[in-house]
């Protein structure tokens, strides 16, 4: 059983920016797909980013592209989320994941962090 503890959110003005951090615990880190699913208010969970075991691949949803990187650290079982250019509509809880592969992190992860909250103000 794998646990996700994340943190680094909070309150940010329109184009700044935020690093997420996700610490894993309960299982082979390195062995596990991680990525970032975020849910706004009144609205359903969306996939962010993911990125495989090897750090190699990553995969990352249209509206974060460009502005958004994934990273992990496999000696620190740690993934990270590195936010530029922040957006009001960007405002959301921000949730850890993990699963086997970057497919199943994107189609339905079986793990899952508490979350943190992100809000960016205009």
């Known amino acids: 059983q794998v646990q996700l503890v994340e943190s680094g959110g909070g309150l940010v003005q329109a184009g700044g920016s935020l690093r997420l951090s996700c610490a894993a615990s309960?299982?082979?880190?390195?062995?596990?797909?991680m990525g970032w699913f975020r849910q706004a208010p009144g609205k359903e969970r969306e996939f962010v980013a993911t990125?495989?075991?090897?750090?190699?691949?990553?995969y990352y949803a249209d509206s974060v592209k460009g502005r958004f990187t994934i990273s992990r650290d496999n000696a620190k079982n740690t993934v990270y989320l590195q936010m530029n250019s922040l957006k009001p509509e960007d405002t959301a809880v921000y949730y850890c994941?993990?699963?086997?592969?970057?497919?199943?992190?994107?189609?339905?992860?079986?793990?899952w962090g508490q979350g943190t909250q992100v809000t960016v103000s205009s």
């Open positions: 309960g299982g082979t880190f390195s062995m596990y797909a």
């Open positions: 990125i495989a075991w090897s750090g190699i691949i990553t």
């Open positions: 994941v993990a699963g086997s592969r970057t497919t199943d992190v994107r189609s339905g992860p079986p793990y």
